[in-house]
């Protein structure tokens, strides 16, 4: 068995796909929901992260792939206290991807909600932006917020909306959920 590695990335089956995931020496630097299949998932890794090479995991992100492959198993699984390294993004990003971490399986809110939530009404556009920006999913799960009224809005993935709904049905998320429910 080969060492953990320091930094790098791993591509792990789910029952949506296969995800992937990378880290650095401060901690979670992304996340990759399934792309089309497993080359198409590793390829985007890639790029992501061109100075990363795939490599075994340390025990923490063991912890985090074993913790996704929970969740998209219609699980519990407590992905908040995965540490991630959310340096280099902007502050408004880290504070909603902070925020929408505290969101249980099942539970969704609006971009307006956590625009609200985090003292910034009139701000669902930029809460939007940071989701759509998301490097963390499903980490930190963006999946979970919707656009007013029950609208799905959008979801940046591969699948598109398509696979934030069934992210939800899994999670027994009710289809247009209202309100949050932290």
């Not at 792990?12 to 020496?25: H, K, M, P, S, Y």
């Not at 492959?69 to 993004?89: I, K, Y």
């Not at 880290?94 to 609006?110: V, Y």
């Not at 709904?165 to 309100?179: H, V």
Request: glycine residues 14%; proline residues 8%.
């Amino acid at each position: 068995m080969r060492a953990p590695a320091v930094a790098g990335f791993a591509c792990f089956d789910t029952a949506l796909g296969t995800c992937a995931i990378a880290w650095g020496e401060q901690g979670i630097v992304g996340s990759q929901l399934p792309e089309a299949d497993a080359a198409a998932t590793r390829a985007r890794m890639q790029r992501r992260f061109p100075a990363l090479a795939e490599g075994e995991p340390p025990p923490a992100v063991s912890l985090a792939i074993a913790g996704v492959q929970a969740l998209l198993r219609g699980e519990p699984a407590n992905l908040d206290v995965l540490t991630l390294d959310m340096s280099g993004h902007p502050e408004f990003h880290r504070r909603a991807w902070t925020l929408i971490r505290s969101l249980r399986p099942g539970q969704t809110a609006t971009y307006g909600e956590i625009a609200e939530r985090l003292g910034e009404p009139g701000a669902a556009r930029s809460v939007g932006r940071a989701m759509g920006d998301n490097p963390f999913a499903p980490i930190v799960p963006c999946h979970r917020v919707h656009a007013a009224g029950g609208a799905h809005g959008g979801f940046s993935a591969p699948g598109g909306v398509h696979t934030k709904l069934r992210m939800l049905a899994i999670e027994g998320a009710a289809p247009g959920g209202q309100g949050l429910l932290f």
